[in-house]
């Protein structure tokens, strides 16, 4: 493996990047900002949230698309005329995307703490809960990166967002209700309870690596022998017309990168929608996000017992809310 | 003994509605072969597959010694690359990407790209996203011919480019030429820059290489006679005549295997030569694939 | 030396016979004196933007017409020949002929007539000349 070409690449993606990176590290620190200043108000920190997750989520399909986008904007022929192979190619892809998404990543997560530690009103406790969801959210999404660049197949790619988004919730859950953590959650101060804390991450983010290496090491072998699509086969762009022969143009210019594993060239490939995908992956997070978000709404409500009025109010304005993100997420192209 | 920078022996590529049929290729270090054909008949294929970006499914491909697509990122090392659909990145300079390639070519000639900067009228502070196709053209192949590399290999490099941009490049490419271990690859629509700068050239086909030749030889074969029969003659039998045209006391043959014996033979058997005219590479290429494709119909 | 030799797409002969006609021409007027070195074959080429198999072919048949000589490993050079050039030019001039005569074939002149035409034409040509040079002299 050329190392040297991999980190080149990998530079230049990240050269790519910038603005959009730039961007939503301004926006994630601003909504922190806002939440910090908001004073306590619940739906403040709970829109604060969300605005956080969608960040990383938004983030997080961007960096997944980018290998899609080299293709579809043309820029691969460029890429592949360099020293290199397609198994570095593709490493430098996921390396550097998974690299990006990770220090955004870990910018938002110490924001989230240094607001927490610095709001007076935030209960300290939460604190343990946030990093072990924020970690889960981490090795998800690495998974889910890992499956999507191996596979390159819409199917998969839900099948593992689904199965990661239903694990996150569980995870979540499961957390949540352990008595270490479930009951220090609304306190003032941290509680790290190590041993307990230390062996649900430890079986958790072990249960997922079980999975990401399998489908890492597939990765590698399946990329030695990767073909780039063929511009005289390019149908439904406009050499469809003039090649001979060609009786059904299909909406491949899109959907090119779904042959790039098949030694055998699929021409008629119906729901390969790329926009279903990662619609329905940014679902399936989002769903976990909701679910998070009732978590955090149950733990609020044991904390707002102090305060009742407002619990039934807040209780619908949270679904309003997901709900109206949830359409949110159906993002088109990126 | 030269030895070959480019060698296809037996390669052989499926798709569902079209297939690259025993492709045999070589071309010599120092040469530079022009690589024609229509649309559709696989010139870009067969130019992915020399690239490595295509894996053929039989066949060998070597590139400057090196086995394609197995040991491409070694064999890049020595190509520049060029192709019609390959874009550049629109929201980077012309500036930055010299430097990108740069950091990774250690034979990038800085002096050589101030000077294409300058030949091809080229701002290295504008964005790909503004040039024009022309430029956007220009700007790739400065990108591949400022790393002076042992092979080019260009996919339709002055398609789409005016008059004078189309000198510039062809001065370029044979100003590569003058170095004799450096060798080129193109396909291109344009005839007549293949006849004037090519040293050998292969058509294709449908998928299939119909000729691989020497320029000169190839062009000294081909003939356009014009005959004048008399009254109640026949037409003589010659070898290779691919074409007959004209009326019937003024037929025209085509000839793919002209030798002058033929004149000789035309006279002896009481028909008039009126001219034995040479035909150009387009005249050459239009009656060769027409002829296939009748025989094929038929 | 800058090699000024013009390709010109629109004549309809091969390249290469260009290439010769144009050599030969500079040899005949002694812009390529002999002994001379001349561009190799590949910086011919370069310069003229034709292909180097096409210029190697040019100088291949001049060598063998012994109007340059190359010499492995040193380059090409004019022939050291010093009736080359009215050789060159008569070479031409019988060229011209022929290929006059053969076209006053198919028109099917007779030999008589084509001479008789010859010598017109080269009456009329001397006789223009006289005019232009008449005319030159009044305009000074």
Known sequence: MNTFIVTRLILKDWYLNRPLFVAALFTGLLTLGAVSAAKGTQIAVILGVIVLATILIGMGAVIMSSMVNERRQQTLPFVMSLPVSYLEYTTSKLAGSLLIFFVLWLALLSGMIATILVTPWFPHGLIPFIVIMAVEILVTTSLIAAVSVTTESQGWTIGVTQVGGLALNAVGFSIARMPSIGHTMSGPTIQWSSASIFKTISRTASGKSALLIPSVSLLLRSRCQIQMSDPDIRLGGKLAARVPGIQHPARLNNHQFHFVFRKRFVLHAPGHDEHLAWAQMHLAVAEVDAQLALHDEKCLVRLRMVVPDEVAYELRELELVVVHLRNHFRRPSL | ?298 | MNSSIVISQSDGRPMYLQIMEQIREKVAVGEWAPGEEIPSIRMMAVAIRVSVITVKRAYLELEREGVIVTQQGKGSFVATDPGLAPRLFDREFNEHIEQAVRIGTLLGLSSQEMALRLRDTASQISENQVRDEDLAKETL
């Not at chain 2, 291109?188 to 086909?205: G, H, M």
Request: aromatic share 6%.
């Open chain 2, 1 to 298: 003994m030269t030895d070959l920078a480019v060698q296809f022996a037996g390669v052989t590529k499926k798709y569902p509605h079209f297939a690259l049929t025993d492709i045999d290729l070589e071309l010599s270090t120092g040469g530079i072969m022009g690589f024609v054909g229509a649309n559709g008949a696989g010139k870009s294929t067969t130019i992915r597959i020399l690239m490595g970006l295509v894996h053929q499914d039989c066949g060998t491909v070597d590139v400057l010694g090196h086995a394609m697509p197995m040991q491409q990122a070694v064999a890049k090392r020595d190509v520049g690359f060029v192709s019609e659909d390959m874009r550049l990145y629109g929201p980077l300079t012309l500036a930055w990407h010299m430097n990108f390639v740069r950091s990774i070519y250690p034979g990038w000639d800085q002096r050589y790209a101030e000077d294409l900067l300058r030949r091809f009228d080229l701002k290295v502070e504008q964005k790909i996203k503004g040039l024009s196709h022309g430029q956007r053209v220009k700007a790739a192949l400065l990108l591949a011919l400022a790393r002076r590399p042992r092979l080019l290999v260009l996919d339709e490099p002055t398609t789409g480019l005016d008059p004078v941009a189309r000198r510039e490049v062809l001065s370029e490419l044979m100003a590569v030429l003058a170095d004799e271990e450096r060798t080129i690859f193109f396909s291109s629509q344009n005839t007549l820059d293949v006849e004037q700068i090519s040293d050998q050239i292969t058509f294709i086909d449908r998928g299939r290489i119909i000729e691989s030749a020497n320029k000169e030889s190839f062009l000294d074969r081909w003939r356009r006679i014009r005959l004048m029969l008399p009254p109640n003659a026949v037409l003589p039998r010659l070898p290779g005549i691919v074409e007959v045209g004209g009326s019937a006391r003024l037929p025209v043959l085509t000839v793919s295997r002209f030798e002058p014996a033929m004149v000789a033979a035309c006279q002896d058997a009481g028909v008039a030569v009126q001219a034995v005219d040479a035909m150009t590479l387009e005249e050459i290429f239009i009656v060769n694939v027409q002829n296939r494709r009748e025989r094929e119909v038929a």
